[in-house]
Structure formats: structure tokens, C-alpha cells
Nanobody, 120 residues
Framework: VQLQASGGGLVQAGESLKLSCAAA?????????LDWYRQTPGNQRELVAAITSRGNIRYADSVKGRFTISRGVVKRTGYLQMNDLKPEDTAVYYCRADGCGSGWCGNDFWGQGTLVTVSS
């Protein structure tokens, strides 16, 4: 299944964005785990936030207190609420998940990335 990340855009420092991640094309996909990564040119992909199947959450130190990861009530959509954005948050953000569709489960599905640009 192909995940689709959306919600990126251009904002000013201090503003907020909410990223979403869901299966493309309306495919049924229930999130067991959800990770959000980000990547800037020339750098490795960095784990920003993660939620396990049991709901345990962790964040990169650089985003603690500003970002919130969540899954929808029926776990068909994943989110990353980003508040108090800073220019150093500028990156392409990717979602990654393990989950289940109708009669199957799988691991390591990725979204295509959504660009977040924060101006100072």
C-alpha cells in the first residue's frame, strides 16, 4: 500500500501546521505503528516522532513540547501536529507505518513526503 503524506506548506516561524498520513486511493489501512521522519538536502533521514502499536510515544529532542504525533480515532489516519515552528524544522517530512488492510497486515510502508518550509 502507498501512504500519502499531506499538509506541508510555507509558514512563518512560530506558526503551526498539521501533517496527515493515510493510504492513497482510499485503500483501507489501519495504523499499528506510525513514524514521522524528516530530511534536508545532504542529510540522512531523521526520526522526528514515533508511536507504537501500544500507544507509546517518543520524540526527537529538537521537537519535544512542540510536535504531537497521533492516530485517528479509528486509526485510519496518522497525524503530526507541529506548533511553534522554527526555520530549522524546514524539511521534507515522511510518514512510515506498519498496519493492516482488509485481510492482511504488513510492515514498513512509506509516504512520498511533504515539504515544510518555515521562514524566519
Amino acid at each position: 500500500v502507498q501512504l500519502q503524506a499531506s499538509g506541508g506548506g510555507l509558514v512563518q516561524a512560530g506558526e503551526s501546521l498539521k501533517l496527515s498520513c493515510a493510504a492513497a486511493g482510499g485503500t483501507t489501512f489501519i495504523f499499528n505503528t506510525l513514524d514521522w521522519y524528516r530530511q534536508t538536502p545532504g542529510n540522512q533521514r531523521e526520526l522526528v516522532a514515533a508511536i507504537t502499536s501500544r500507544g507509546n510515544i517518543r520524540y526527537a529532542d529538537s521537537v519535544k513540547g512542540r510536535f504531537t504525533i497521533s492516530r485517528g480515532v479509528v486509526k485510519r489516519t496518522g497525524y503530526l501536529q507541529m506548533n511553534d515552528l522554527k526555520p530549522e524544522d524546514t524539511a521534507v517530512y515522511y510518514c512510515r507505518a506498519d498496519g493492516c488492510g482488509s485481510g492482511w497486515c504488513g510492515n514498513d510502508f512509506w509516504g512520498q513526503g511533504t515539504l515544510v518550509t518555515v521562514s524566519s
